[in-house]
């Protein structure tokens, strides 16, 4: 099993819709991150975590809202889904950021 | 604050040739952490290398090489002999002792051509 896992990998829905991207990991580590990717802006922080009383907005967080329901599990939602938000997203964990991350496969969404 | 600021958007280089990318980096921390992570055409992100901000030994694995100046703040990768399963996003990254989590610069395509 990969150490950090996406649900799905790919999925397509409709503007306004409500959908979650689900992550779980298996290395015990404390601290979890959701980015996206969009071509040529990089890698955006959306929100991260630091266990499951701690929630902290990143550079983009409107939109979007998160869930840690357990030290192993992050949830990210859209609320009510729009095309710009059709990107790449990574889920990722680390026991200290100066450790580096491991990433998930990456969910790739589609808003249409 | 913390910035990487990768200027190449995209390179093509034709297999066999030798291939740089950049990577710039400002932080006022004087203890630092500096990355490479990988992300070939299936799309997921593959660690390369990390770096703290006092080894400034240079790096070599196989045909993969990094060169850090904390002169010119840069953390340079160099690809020798370059094969087309090299072709690749490439993102440095950078983060400090006590901070929360990386900054990413925006990443270089690389184009290998057999």
């Known amino acids: 099993d990969a150490d950090v896992t996406q649900t799905p990998r790919n999925r397509i829905t ?67 889904a729009i095309p710009n938000q059709t990107a790449l997203y990574f889920c990722a964990t680390s026991d200290a950021a100066f450790h580096g991350y491991t990433f998930g496969s990456g969910t790739r969404l589609t808003v249409v | 604050a913390q910035k990487v600021t990768q200027a190449q958007t995209e390179i093509s280089v034709v297999e066999k040739e030798d291939v740089t990318l950049d990577c710039v980096y400002e932080t006022r921390d004087t203890t630092y952490y500096l990355f490479w992570y990988k992300q070939p055409p299936s799309g997921e992100l593959v660690f390369l290398i990390r770096r703290n901000s006092f080894d400034e030994q240079n790096e070599i694995s196989g045909r993969y090489s990094w060169n850090f100046q904390k002169s010119t703040s840069s953390f340079n990768f160099t690809i020798t002999a370059s094969q087309v399963v090299d072709s690749a996003v490439y993102f440095c990254a950078l983060s400090g002792r006590n901070t929360d989590k990386l900054i990413f610069g925006t990443g270089t395509r690389l184009q290998v051509f057999p």
Request: net charge positive.
């Open chain 1, 14 to 80: 409709k503007t306004g819709k409500r959908i979650m991207l689900e992550c779980s990991q298996t290395k015990g580590h404390d601290r979890m991150y959701w980015y996206r990717q969009d071509p040529g802006l990089g890698l955006r922080l959306i929100y991260y975590s630091f266990d499951v009383k701690d929630i902290n907005k990143g550079e983009i967080s409107d939109g979007y809202s998160v869930s840690r329901q357990a030290q192993a599990k992050f949830s990210l939602s859209l609320e009510s």
